[in-house]
């Protein structure tokens, strides 16, 4: 029988106890201090022209309005001194008097910092008398509609959140070893907030807490960040990525991911996670997820799904002053997300709508109806929330029997209507979750992230997707801070927060696709089709790599146990490649020492060294058929030897500068040198020693700014991956012989460069430590990971990798994971140069030592 801020008041600030008074109000002509006794019964009267009844009963239901003379009695239960609680409680009446909302909030704020100034956190509440006190400082729990003021409190074993007022409980306590993720926030458009999860994939995080000081925040962030560096992976949007196209993550669970690290929370109504529509068919009797015509195009915002409607809008738009806007509501606000949950928080509907519901054929009735208004609406472009593809179905049912009103038909409101093809509401979210997940989504869904997450959110490429919204409605759209007018500031922070906020931008450039499995799907052809002998195969059709799959899926996951099975010293410097003949039986090594050596594994013996000039040669490789080896040079040159004839029978004089790694596939030579260019030489050495040498063509040339220090082709040899000194990472499409993208993915010198089997990542190692995984399709860095020193080169099978590093060990990193699994001791300097056979059972390295070293899988 209260009206709704002083009770939210009261509640924020005492909690319950032993002592208790009695308030009688009075419609009468002034609000004072009657009385205060012993008994602590005191008698407060207001000068009302009505009264509201909130929850009457104990029911909830729009706010009863009660107008004329009226005398009422309830009671509160307080702990310590009655005093204070009615000084408090007049001081917050004086605030509420003043004129100006501003000058309001100022006292407001000011009684709140003195309370929270004579306060502190009571440190009997340790979970340990052992715990070490990091830090305590003033902050507020965030919860939807309310924040709860009081003190935070970090040591080294707990995060401690104490209210003022006691509620929901005394104490909230989060053990630092449970947490899982922490992410900054932006929370009233300030970088005060900080959510803690205690577990990977919850839709809810476990607290969110506001702080007064960016300092506070940013010092507690620092100290549970350090703290989880030694327990959990870092998780980036990119990482996220990788997991997502390697079919780690659900698309429900991606979407979830993007969402919290766009600033997107369930305890913030102004910045909801917010999902997709996906199906676009809700009058058919069956769901036919088969059938491309089921879904919605993911390619468009909701407000240019319908034609006609966006030919009006884009009238409107280009007859509009600047700041333009296309949409003058947003996809997702309070009265959006509250609009879907009014059944099961009916209370925070009405507070934010004065005491009142929806009118009842504004609610949400009909799932049918809303994606109607969506499509046709005038000011309607809103999407869903992530209920609709969780497995709660209380928000579409009427539980609680609210009284939500009577249509004009004269139907009441009640449970949530359902399309024909929903059998109940859980089948409903079933099927949902089903679509969320279907082949199709799984191909689009991308183009969603641009528009929603990624590059298409602002700027030309937001114009040209027709997804631009009200300046207001994006981060950085006003500086609160430069208003200087209190009641300006406070109208303009109410507007911005009620009227909807675009997430925080987390992609600048185009998403990549997720990885679909290997047959035909039903989506449209994408416009990246470089190498299409890159792409999935039809059923039927098997892949290069089908034939050893399983035992190359059984290696990898046993890649930790690897073990030294044998080592020798052949060269007097530093091992630059390896090349292994088809039946292993005989090792082909280069050196700095300037030698192509033979090495015998069934005799362990030197069998042959071979010198084609004084300088170092850098890499090798063997020809199909096992009867030419093919070594690059420092002196500029390719040499091509033949094992049967034990000479060199022809030489490539291609370059400028020195030839730092070679590939072969199809007659075709591709040369990477420090004269900044990669060549691609098309012919086949001589057959014989002094036969007619035989002319290369170059082909392609494929120029660079700097010098070339590694290549790599994809699996079907039509895309090519170079890296340079100056740590650029460029992936070329060798059947136009042009960039696809050009990437400044390290600091340093690139050591080493690979596809993945799929074709659809690069994996680049650095100088400086990095190593580094690129998107194909669209060049994005979609995950980058650190270790302490030099990784020199790498074998990887597109989730793990095994990597040599300066120091001379073995690392098998998780790329999935972002962690390092296991560290090998192996050469006693760099390793330099690493060789897999195709059941990626047996590894050889080469290393700075001299020596080459032969590993096998310990099952």
């Not at 000068?47 to 009457?56: L, R, S, T």
Request: proline residues 4%.
């Amino acid at each position: 029988m209260e009206k709704m801020e002083p009770i939210d008041t009261l509640q924020r600030w005492y909690p319950g106890g032993s002592h208790s008074f009695s308030v009688r109000l009075h419609s009468s002509s002034s609000f004072k201090l009657s009385q205060i006794s012993t008994s602590f019964s005191n008698i407060f009267t207001e000068n009302n022209p009505h009264v509201y009844f909130i929850k009457e009963h104990n029911i909830v239901a729009p706010y009863k309005i009660e107008r004329g003379t009226m005398e009422y009695v309830f009671e509160l239960d307080v702990s310590g001194k009655v005093e204070g609680v009615v000084e408090t409680l007049l001081q917050l009446h004086r605030a509420s008097c003043l004129d100006k909302l501003g000058d309001q909030t100022a006292m407001i704020t000011a009684i709140l910092q003195s309370r929270l100034a004579r306060t502190s956190f009571d440190k009997n509440r340790f979970q340990s008398v052992s715990e070490k006190l990091h830090m305590e400082c003033k902050a507020e729990m965030v919860t939807p509609l309310v924040t709860n003021p009081g003190h935070v409190c970090i040591t080294d074993i707990n995060l401690y959140f104490q209210p003022l007022n006691g509620y929901p409980k005394p104490m909230v306590q989060i053990t630092l070893h449970d947490v899982r993720r922490i992410y900054k926030r932006r929370h009233g458009l300030m970088p005060l907030g900080l959510e803690v999860f205690c577990t990977e994939d919850d839709l809810c995080s476990d607290v969110y807490l506001k702080f007064y000081e960016r300092q506070d925040r940013d010092d507690l962030y620092f100290y549970i960040a350090t703290y989880l560096e030694h327990h959990v992976a870092e998780r980036t949007a990119e990482g996220y990525t990788l997991q997502w196209q390697r079919g780690l993550l659900s698309n429900y669970q991606y979407l979830l991911h993007l969402n919290t690290l766009a600033d997107r929370s369930c305890n913030d109504l102004s910045q909801y996670p917010v999902f997709p529509w996906v199906v676009g068919d809700y009058s058919s009797s069956e769901l036919d997820l088969s059938n491309p015509g089921t879904f919605r195009d993911l390619s468009k915002p909701v407000g240019a799904l319908n034609k006609e409607r966006l030919e009006r809008l884009l009238t409107r738009y280009q007859e509009m002053p600047e700041p333009k806007f296309m949409y003058g509501s947003h996809y997702s606000s309070p009265g959006y997300v509250l609009f879907y949950l009014v059944r099961i928080a009916p209370e925070y509907m009405l507070c934010l709508q004065n005491g009142r519901f929806d009118n009842a054929d504004r609610m949400f009735n009909s799932i049918a109806e809303t994606w109607k208004n969506c499509l046709d609406g005038a000011t309607d472009f809103k999407e869903l929330i992530p209920e609709f593809y969780g497995d709660d179905v209380s928000f579409l049912v009427n539980s609680l029997k609210l009284d939500l009103g009577k249509r004009q038909g004269g139907q009441m409101v009640d449970d949530v209507e359902l399309p024909p093809w929903a059998r109940s509401p859980e089948d409903f979210l079933q099927k949902s979750r089903d679509a969320l997940e279907s082949d199709y989504v799984s191909e689009h869904l991308h183009e969603w992230i641009d528009l929603v997450f990624g590059y298409k959110q602002k700027g030309r490429d937001a114009v040209g997707a027709h997804n631009v919204f009200h300046p207001l409605t994006y981060e950085g759209g006003v500086d609160l801070n430069s208003i200087e007018d209190p009641d300006e500031k406070v109208a303009m922070l109410t507007q911005i927060l009620e009227f909807g906020q675009t997430p925080k931008q987390l992609f600048v450039t185009p998403h990549p696709r997720r990885i679909t499995p290997k047959f035909k799907s039903l989506a449209q052809p994408s416009s990246y089709n470089a190498s299409t002998a890159d792409t999935p195969v039809s059923p039927g059709e098997e892949s290069f790599e089908d034939l050893t799959e399983e035992s190359r899926t059984l290696a990898w996951s046993n890649i930790t146990r690897l073990q030294l099975h044998e080592q020798h010293k052949i060269h007097k410097e530093a091992v630059t490649g390896i090349a292994v003949s088809r039946s292993g039986s005989s090792v082909f090594t280069t050196s700095q020492d300037s030698t192509l050596k033979m090495f015998s594994k069934e005799s362990k013996m030197l069998q042959r060294s071979i010198s084609f000039s004084n300088m170092a040669l850098s890499s090798c490789l063997l020809l199909p058929g096992d009867a030419t080896v093919v070594s690059s040079s420092w002196d500029n040159n390719v040499y091509f030897y033949s094992i049967a004839f034990g000479r060199r029978q022809d030489t490539l004089m291609g370059h400028d500068d020195a030839v730092s790694k070679i590939c072969w596939h199809d007659n075709r030579l591709y040369s990477a040198s420090w004269d900044s260019t990669v060549k691609v030489w098309s012919g086949v050495p001589a057959e014989m020693p002094g036969s007619r040498r035989h002319q290369f063509d170059l082909l392609a040339e494929l120029e660079h700014d700097v010098s070339v220090d590694t290549i790599s082709l994809s699996a079907a040899s039509t895309l090519l991956v170079s890296g340079t000194r100056e740590g650029t990472v460029t992936i070329w499409d060798l059947t136009a012989a042009t960039v696809l993208h050009q990437i400044p993915c390290h600091s340093g010198t690139v050591c080493d460069t690979a596809f993945s089997p799929d074709s659809r990542h690069v994996l680049s190692a650095g100088e400086d430590g990095c190593l580094n995984v690129v998107d194909v399709q669209t060049g994005m860095l979609i995950s980058s990971m650190t270790s302490a020193e030099p990784q020199r080169c790498f074998l990887w099978d597109g989730n793990s990798v095994l990597s040599g590093s300066q120091s001379g060990e073995l690392l098998v990193w998780d790329l999935l994971g972002g962690k390092i699994r296991e560290r090998i001791r192996g050469h006693t300097g760099a390793v330099t140069c690493m060789w897999m056979n195709d059941q990626c059972s047996s590894v050889i390295t080469g290393g700075e030592d001299r020596q080459i070293m032969f590993w096998k899988l310990q099952y």
